[in-house]
């Protein structure tokens, strides 16, 4: 847990750092880039910089992970953590690196999830990813990456072009994978496979980019 949030600083220090001709976006000047020594610090300008790269990714789950790895490191005397957190967050770490530098971290070869809980960050991350794509085509003034995705869904509603009959189930998956994603105890795998099939079955209802 530790690695892989030193791995998530070290990633989004060298993207703010990067040359908009390497980046190919506008990033932080200088004044606002060297102040920014602690990790809230750079996930402040993440959010404000990071634009269509953080399609899928939930900040605030970055956060919470990286104030648990804190407790582990601190107060990390006789303390653990679930092996399935563990690969969520390493899940999360990798999709924002994919996202911020178009390429993968992991061989070709190797599983994307190791636990189930793994397999539901990956599968929310491509149905918020979804919702987001198409709102980026069908509602380009709706600034798609800093609105909720559920208030997105609801302006592709109002589009005609998704459905209105799952709507209900994203909000409350939307809700149960903040809970799950945050919750001191990982759910029983049972439940996480229910999970996992709910979205893709949302994903299935929804069109393609």
Do not use: C
């Not at 709706?142 to 609105?147: E, G, K, N, V």
């Amino acid at each position: 847990m530790i690695s892989i949030d030193n791995s998530v600083e070290l990633a989004i220090r060298t993207y703010l750092g990067l040359p908009k001709r390497v980046r190919g976006t506008d990033g932080p000047p200088r004044r606002e880039l060297e102040p920014a020594v602690g990790f809230p610090d750079l996930l402040d300008l993440l959010e404000k910089y990071g634009g269509d790269k953080l399609a899928g990714i939930e900040l605030g789950d970055i956060e919470w992970y990286h104030r648990l790895r804190n407790t582990l490191y601190h107060d990390g005397n006789g303390v653990t953590v679930d092996p399935e957190k563990v690969d969520a967050y390493n899940q999360i770490a990798n999709l924002l690196f994919q996202n911020l530098f178009q390429s993968g971290v992991a061989p070709e070869d190797e599983p994307p999830a190791t636990t189930l809980l793994g397999e539901f960050v990956l599968k929310w991350a491509t149905l918020e990813a979804r919702i987001r794509s198409l709102a980026a085509k069908h509602l380009p003034k709706r600034t798609p990456i800093a609105r909720p995705a559920i208030g997105l869904y609801d302006g592709l509603i109002a589009k005609g072009v998704v459905p209105t009959t799952i709507r209900r189930e994203i909000e409350e998956m939307a809700r149960i994978r903040n809970s799950v994603i945050h919750g001191p105890t990982v759910p029983p795998h049972q439940d996480l496979k229910r999970l996992i099939t709910k979205v893709e079955e949302i994903l299935a209802a929804l069109p393609k980019d």
